[in-house]
């Protein structure tokens, strides 16, 4: 089992930044990769990024790709989403997720969630 606890969420005007972290226990060997998910409201969920847990590579949304970065710190079993130049469609509740399947652009490849967090961005 993987324990997954989000925070960094808020309200944000355009154009400002957040950083959400996401803080991983458990059975983290077993983890290939760390996504970002998001759902609006009236939406379905919908990746955002994803970094894979052994090697520094990092997959991207189009929607978000020069805008958000996604990080990693082993040490601290923690993945980062820096999110600049917010735009009031990113507002969603976000969610961390980790996956033990590959392609890590793909919701069925997750088997852990965390409880979300709400990002609201004001125009």
């Known amino acids: 089992q993987v324990q997954l606890v989000e925070s960094g969420g808020g309200l944000v005007q355009a154009g400002g930044s957040l950083r959400l972290s996401c803080a991983a226990s458990?059975?983290?060997?077993?983890?290939?990769?760390m996504g970002w998910f998001r759902q609006a409201p009236g939406k379905e969920r919908e990746f955002v990024a994803a970094?894979?847990?052994?090697?520094?590579?990092?997959y991207y949304a189009d929607s978000v790709k020069g805008r958000f970065t996604i990080s990693r710190d082993n040490a601290k079993n923690t993945v980062y989403l820096q999110m600049n130049s917010l735009k009031p469609e990113d507002t969603a509740v976000y969610y961390c997720?980790?996956?033990?399947?590959?392609?890590?652009?793909?919701?069925?490849?997750?088997?852990?969630w965390g409880q979300g967090t709400q990002v609201t961005v004001s125009s």
């Open positions: 997720a980790a996956a033990k399947m590959p392609i890590a652009t793909i919701e069925r490849s997750y088997e852990y």
């Open positions: 458990g059975r983290t060997v077993t983890i290939y990769a």
């Open positions: 970094i894979r847990w052994n090697v520094y590579t990092t």
